[in-house]
């Protein structure tokens, strides 16, 4: 076992983890951060997208021993003081989701985009999502809500 | 309907849903998210081998590995642990091998469960099932359906044959049209036939939530939670199959990440889970990997279609006959036999034709079960037959469009019984056509292909058509029993009116991301006259809603939604009786508007709730009437629904890398009246999606060996948001005339339309070359080599597709046995 101290959604946390174990699993046994999900065994799917140290990674990609130090942040932490993050406002408005199994995945890439390029155009929408897999929506309405926000921001 | 003068009417609004907060916050009750005291967790022991006898299974060295608590095999179980069962025998005598959860002698195909490891984490029972050692002795494996039919190689040497059942519909015989081949015997002598053999790949539904089941059996009730589409039924069929009363089982579905078909069964995994929680008396979870879930969940698809349609030389068709050859996989799935017969009335489709024939034959093969997926047997038919038409089309020399035009039925002759016996409640063919062609900018695309081709533009532009209709809304239950369906399709729904003016819905469907919450609130809302916010709609338990059917075949709305109507109704017709009490006048006096009670002609009145509240007291209420007022209803509609659109694709070809790239999409589907428009939006797009990733993207491949190629999402290549595009969806409004609401249900027509409407296009594109055909899914390697092979053999005809006889081999080039020419 390994000791480890991770932040994850500004709660700082100290386990004792076996070194195998990877983040995705150490945040959703071990802390019951259950909100990030397991699509895939391949990293093909994102639906386990979280931030570390504000850069969005596969969490079933990162051990949770290469977190040690770092800061964690999931689907459960971006919403403040009640308030929706925009972006799960935007997907909220413009029905970008069904099952919601992507969900939590999807909106965490879709903020770690817009940090890298406030403005895209719909097709590095498309390609900044391109490793989050859903199976509902046909994307169409994820693309809108990204974009949504982006214009939001541009506005301000 | 009620009108409700203080706010707008809640149907036909664009709710956002209700269901987001929790999605988007992860608040969300997945069934893996689920952790119970004590709870131990389930790894299976799959076999590698399509079809082998089980010679030895050593567990001794699993069970002495660190914190495993036991490993069962089928030997553990001699009395069984429940059957996975086929609900839908086609035919009195289909061939239906048994299906064991737990299989203790011989698998019939890869990824079946020979033993189950069960330790107290997820992680130690994955490791020491890498312990069990399994002796297998291989048998001969079939894996392809023509290969099947043969009957060389025995998927299930016991039964004597792969052939499973063999199902007909013919006009003539039926009385529902006249004689299929007269008519083609006619059009050989004077007029045209098209003979055609198409090819559905095998697909895999690929929900994003992997399949996950804990069963807990501390307390009076077993309760199991899993991630499925049919609680309802699996609690049925588990107390069924295993002989546990029916009243001790409750299944509940939580939050489902998405079915698409692929979580309408009950699976080995669930009754094994249940059978180590009932040994062990204590919790237990089993959750699949995502290359479980690949090669152990059902698939869909999977047909060999051989088609033959003659016409007039002006483009009158007069017959069209199927002949399909089915690949069930090693079992008759739940209604895996029923799935390709469901196509028998849609092969016809929008049109008139005055002679047809279907033929099903279903076979058995030692490859993954098959059972529905998106559409289920529908999409097939509308591929069959969309591709024929466009064939046609080209061979007269016609516009697709008018093709189609001259056989189909025009919106006049609603409502109308086709040649296969259905009848088509309502719809217009006529207006969606002609909206979707603006919508795309028809006119222009085809100027812009005529200027390239002329040109010689090495990017071709091919637009494609699909007119489709199906049948939606499973069903009517006096209809499943003539077809020896194991099931009725009525379905059920609840009222509650609590004391402090909320509303509970109990609906017996099973959402999994459709949006029942939001739907049925407005529906509900505008019916009781209450606000939206106070309607809770609960599903997917059984204890809570106690009776149901689930949801598949775009039934919720149009059968369950029907039932919350019917629900609501009573409730509006019990409360009168208080509310006339409570106003002391006569009921006939009162009129129910907006949620309130008046006494015509005067100020008098009292609200539902107001009266919900008085019952609740019940100090004061009528003599002779019992003190409540909630309803329940349970609807069966007397026939489908008939939704229909018309899909129009450009796709531009790089004829020399054979990469196709969809430019644009437009489709406008008439589903009745809408209910919420974002939903129905959200609902076509995805269903598109789909559509167009089994015709350029999706296919299960298997090797020589039966082993799934296609086991991860490294190789069964979902598409992503850079491979699709923003579409075009409108609607028209033909109400449906088998419920009130007149709605028809919407979940599979963008699956159903879309696949031909993008084959349709890249032929378009490729066809003045020479090509004929592309064999699903149109990856650039087959296109390319599709127009290689049709510039460098100049005469490309019939003989490039030969029918599929006994001697012509596997017809499909791409697809089952030949992997490594991939």
């Known amino acids: 076992m390994t000791r480890i101290t991770v932040t994850v959604d500004g709660q700082k946390n100290v386990d004792d983890v076996e070194p195998r174990t990877l983040l995705v699993h150490y945040l959703r046994e071990t802390l019951g951060k259950v909100g990030t999900v397991v699509g895939c065994d391949t990293s093909n799917c994102g639906a386990c997208t979280v931030h570390l140290d504000g850069r969005s990674v596969k969490s079933c990609n990162v051990l949770a021993v290469q977190a040690d130090g770092h800061e964690v942040t999931t689907i459960e932490g971006i919403a403040a003081n009640g308030e929706l993050h925009p972006m799960q406002q935007a997907f909220h408005e413009c029905h970008a989701l069904q099952c919601g199994y992507c969900t939590p995945g999807m909106i965490m890439q879709a903020i770690d985009l817009l940090n890298d390029n406030p403005n895209p155009s719909e097709a590095e929408i498309r390609a900044g999502l391109e490793g989050n897999l859903c199976r509902c929506t046909g994307y169409h309405n994820i693309v809108k809500a990204v974009a949504q926000v982006a214009g939001q921001k541009g506005g301000e | ?822």
């Open chain 2, 1 to 822: 309907m009620t009108a409700v003068d203080e706010r707008p009417a809640e149907i036909g609004n664009r709710r956002l849903r209700k269901e987001d907060q929790r999605l988007i916050t992860g608040r969300t009750k997945w069934t893996d998210n689920i952790t119970l005291p004590g709870m131990v967790h389930l790894a299976m022991v799959r076999s590698p081998f399509a079809h082998a006898t089980i010679t030895s299974i050593d567990t001794e060295e699993a069970k002495s590995a660190a914190n495993v608590v036991a490993v069962y095999t089928a030997a553990d179980f001699p009395d069984g642990i429940g059957a996975c069962a086929n609900a839908w025998p086609i035919t009195p005598d289909q061939v239906t091998p048994d299906h064991l959860p737990l299989v203790g002698e011989r698998v019939a195909c890869a990824g079946e469960i020979v033993a189950v490891v069960v330790a107290r984490s997820a992680a130690a029972a994955r490791d020491a099932a890498e312990l069990v050692d399994v002796e297998y002795d291989e048998l001969p494996a079939v894996f392809d359906a023509l290969e099947a039919m043969k009957d060389e190689i025995l998927a299930h040497p016991d039964k004597g044959t792969n052939k499973s059942a063999f199902w007909k519909l013919d006009s003539a015989e039926a009385g529902t049209g006249g004689d299929v081949e007269e008519a083609l015997a006619a059009a050989r002598n004077d007029g045209v036939v098209i003979e055609r053999n198409y090819r559905q790949q095998r697909l895999i539904p690929a929900f994003m939530e992997p399949r996950s089941t804990v069963v807990d059996p501390t307390g009076e009730q077993i309760t199991m939670w899993s991630a499925t589409q049919i609680p309802h039924i699996l609690r049925f069929l588990i107390a069924a199959t295993t002989g546990i009363p029916e009243s001790k089982v409750r299944v509940i579905a939580p939050d489902v990440g998405g079915g698409f078909g692929g979580k309408l069964q009950t699976t080995p995994e669930e009754f094994i889970t249940l059978a180590v929680a009932r040994r062990l008396g204590k919790p237990a979870k089993y959750t699949e990997t995502r290359s479980e879930s690949l090669v152990s969940a059902h698939h869909g698809r999977d047909q060999y279609q051989k088609l033959t349609l003659s016409a007039t030389k002006d483009g009158v068709v007069t017959g069209l006959k199927v002949e399909l050859i089915a690949n069930l996989g090693a079992y008759v799935a739940i209604i895996g036999g029923g799935v390709p017969v469901l196509g028998a009335w849609m092969f016809n489709s929008i049109y008139k034709f005055p002679a047809y024939q279907f033929n099903c034959q279903t076979v058995l093969t030692n490859t993954t079960w098959v059972d529905a997926y998106r559409g289920a047997g529908r999409p097939e038919a509308t591929f069959g037959i969309e591709r024929i038409m466009d064939d046609l089309a080209a061979e007269l020399g016609m516009d697709p469009l008018e093709l189609r035009e001259r056989n189909w039925i025009t919106h006049e002759e609603f409502p109308f019984t086709s040649v296969a016996g259905m009848t088509y409640d309502s719809g217009n063919y006529e207006a969606a056509t002609a909206r979707a062609k603006v919508l795309f900018g028809y006119d222009a695309l085809r100027a812009e292909q005529k200027q390239r081709r002329e040109s010689g533009d090495p990017v071709q532009l091919g637009i494609g058509v699909s007119t489709f209709t199906e049948m939606c809304g499973l069903a009517p239950s006096r209809v499943l029993g003539s077809l020896s369906y194991g099931a009725g399709g009525w379905e059920s729904a609840a009222i509650r009116m609590l004391p402090t003016g909320k509303v509970e819905v109990i609906t017996g469907t099973s959402p999994h991301g459709q949006g029942h919450e939001t739907a049925w609130s407005q529906i509900v809302a505008d019916r009781l006259g209450v606000p939206f916010e106070d309607v809770e709609v609960l599903h997917g338990d059984t204890q809570i809603a106690y009776k149901g059917l689930d949801t598949y075949g775009s039934r919720s709305l149009v059968v369950g939604g029907e039932a919350v109507v019917r629900a609501a109704d009573k409730v509006i017709e019990k409360a009168k009786a208080f509310a006339a009490h409570l106003l002391e006048a006569n009921p006939d006096d009162l009129e129910f508007k907006a949620g309130r009670y008046e006494v015509k002609g005067t100020e008098a009145g009292i609200g539902i709730t107001e009266v919900a509240l008085a019952t609740f007291a019940s100090h004061n209420y009528p003599e002779g009437i019992e003190p409540g007022i909630d309803a329940d209803a349970t609807f069966d509609p007397d026939d489908f629904s008939f939704p229909h659109g018309t899909h129009l694709c450009a796709v531009e070809v790089d004829t020399e890398t054979g990469q196709s790239r969809i430019r644009t999409y437009a489709c406008v589907d008439d589903i009745g009246h809408i209910i919420n428009p974002l939903i129905v939006e959200g609902q076509v797009h995805g269903g598109l999606v789909q559509g167009i990733a089994q015709a350029l993207w999706e296919e299960a491949v298997f090797d020589e060996n039966g082993t799934l190629v296609t086991g991860s999402f490294v190789d069964y290549t979902l598409p992503t948001a850079a491979d699709t595009i923003s579409f075009l969806t409108e609607n028209t409004t033909s109400p449906s005339t088998t419920n009130t609401l007149g709605t028809k249900g919407v979940g599979e027509a963008g699956t159903i339309a879309s696949t031909p409407a993008v084959v349709n296009a890249i032929l378009d594109a490729v066809r003045h070359l020479g090509v004929q055909d592309v064999v699903m899914p149109c990856t650039p390697e087959r296109v390319w080599k599709a127009i290689q092979g049709a510039s460098a053999a100049a005469e490309t005809t019939a003989e490039a597709q030969p029918h599929f006889d006994a001697d012509a081999g596997n017809a499909d080039t791409g697809s089952t046995g030949e992997g490594n020419d991939q």
